[in-house]
């Protein structure tokens, strides 16, 4: 190879580049931050004016029937509150699935589609702790919704003059379904949208799909299933829907009274709906990680 020559016209310039020296954040910070980041983002707190619109609209359609409740308890002068705490979530199901539909691909799939996990996972960021931020930041969006009307119902009950032990107790039962069916359907529907479908027909058809996939669940699904003679008829049906589970275990495990078609379970029945929305949320959990392995591989 010949030299290289120096001439008078070659100048080296300062681009002004200079070692970072400040403190490195480390592992759990990235988390947290992708964790706010992705909670912000299913209210659309961070993003433009439209995008806000849905998950706003949708959370104060989730809360005004709680105010319609207490105002009629309050006014009435009734003495026992019209729908059960723990009725709640399951009665305006509808509501919750839409917010499911229209927010689970924000979260789950963008990332995916404009192939940014790349940049995520440069840096010390585990899959581990990139699927653990997302599924908990769509199951606490999930409980902010289904939790914010039972605290209105709650402190309105108080107002009313209502007894404070009973409502207190089934207000803290109500927290924990509602805790309960945020994390189900925060595994079960982003699963089901990039396990069956690629990112991209997920981001632009994911109502589509998933109010597709709660109306089968909730409606056919269950109707011929042949679960054995151990398993009564009627629960099979709700057996096979998130939130006939979720209603399945308040029954079971709380002692509330059945919001669908569920009604009076025994022992071996109540055990499985028990244990049934562990399982669906470890498995779902655990789907999602892989398939995130597979797409950071691929």
Known sequence: ???????????????????????????????????????????????????????????????????????????????????????????????????????????????????????YFSRPLSRFDYVTAKFAALASALFVLTAAPLVVLYVGMLLAKLPILEQTTQFLSAIVGAAVLSVLLAGCWPVAGLVDHSPRDWCRDGYRFAA????RCADGAGAGSSAGPWFPRHVRRPFFSPYGLVDGLQVALLGATPAGPA???????????????????TASFYLLLARYRKVVAA
Not at 30 to 54: T, W
Not at 263 to 281: E, N, Q, R
């Open 1 to 119: 190879m010949s030299d290289i020559v120096a001439t008078d016209r070659d100048v080296i310039h300062d681009i002004g580049y200079r070692h970072y020296e400040g403190s490195r954040l480390g592992r759990g910070y990235i988390f947290r931050s992708l964790f706010l980041q992705s909670l912000r983002s299913a209210y659309g707190l961070g993003r433009s004016a439209k995008a806000k619109i849905l998950p706003i609209g949708i959370f104060a359609v989730m809360v005004l029937p709680a105010f319609i409740v207490v105002a009629i308890v309050s006014f009435a002068h009734m003495t026992a509150i019209p729908l059960a705490y723990t009725s709640y979530a399951i009665t305006f199901q509808v509501i919750v699935s839409i917010f499911v539909a229209s927010q689970a691909p924000q979260l789950v799939s963008r990332d995916l589609r404009f192939r940014l996990t790349t940049l």
């Open 212 to 215: 597709g996939e709660f109306h």
């Open 263 to 281: 009604g009076p379970l025994d022992l071996v029945s109540g055990g499985v709906f028990t244990v049934a929305p562990l399982v669906v949320i």
